[in-house]
């Protein structure tokens, strides 16, 4: 079974603060993906790594796959209030079956 | 387009009675997850389709849990008998073929059984 450990669980940061949220597995995926949820919604994609070793940036933010592809970071530089939300990682599988698996997602508040 | 649409997005039951979710997917989408979210466990894939057809159920809870796809442009959850341990936020998602582009998500039905 393919499981994915995300750490730290929660996250409580000052704003301006910078942060990682790391991502874990034994399993190789073939992709590995973030989402940001929040209170109410759906997780909603911010990212997908495909090759080990890519690193992706996204305004503050710095996505890297590990090269082994199985484990990947989210940096955050100089967090704002509005990063606030869930943080979800999730890895595909081999086969491109669609079907992603999910870790546990990390909580992050960034207070103003 | 409207994204994934899903109903009702409140559900409160009562143990012992038959709940059915609904969702419809983005127009094109060929894959449609499944998943129930609670604090305890996460996000937890239930069952997935594509093209219509069910591919992985091994997540159904039991067989009190069912879905259906009778066509591309809609899918159910049903969960008969309910009971309060299947209070959880139940989320439907879809994709295009593969998994490299990404899910997009509903905004879920929260379900509470009392």
């Known amino acids: 079974t393919q499981l994915l450990e995300q750490s730290p669980q929660f996250l409580s940061i000052q704003e301006g603060e910078n942060l990682t949220v790391y991502c874990n597995s034994s399993?190789?995926?073939?992709?590995l993906q973030w989402y940001r949820q929040e209170p109410g919604e759906g997780p909603v994609l911010l990212v997908t790594?495909?090759?080990?070793?890519e690193v992706k940036k996204l305004k503050r933010l710095t996505f890297q796959f590990g090269d082994a592809r199985k484990d990947s970071s989210l940096h955050i530089t100089a967090a704002q209030p509005g990063d606030t939300g869930l943080y979800l990682c999730?890895?595909?599988?081999?086969?491109?079956?669609?079907?992603?698996?999910f870790g546990q997602g990390t909580t992050l508040q960034v207070k103003p | 387009d409207a994204g994934v649409i899903q109903s009702p997005r409140h559900e409160v039951t009562e143990m012992g009675q038959e709940v059915t979710l609904r969702c419809k997917p983005i127009s094109g989408h060929n894959s449609l997850f499944w998943y129930r979210q609670t604090m305890m466990r996460g996000l937890e894939l239930l069952i997935y389709f594509n093209n219509n057809v069910p591919i992985d159920d091994s997540g159904m809870p039991e067989d009190r849990f069912s879905a259906k796809m009778p066509n591309a442009s809609f899918s159910t959850l049903k969960i008969q008998p309910s009971e309060p341990r299947d209070s959880a936020v139940y989320f439907c998602?879809?994709?295009?073929?593969?998994?490299?582009?990404?899910?997009?998500f509903g905004s879920g039905t929260r379900l509470t059984v009392v």
């Open positions: 790594v495909v090759t080990g070793g």
């Open positions: 999730a890895g595909g599988g081999s086969g491109n079956t669609g079907k992603l698996i």
């Open positions: 399993s190789v995926f073939s992709s």
């Open positions: 998602a879809s994709s295009p073929t593969g998994d490299l582009l990404g899910y997009t």
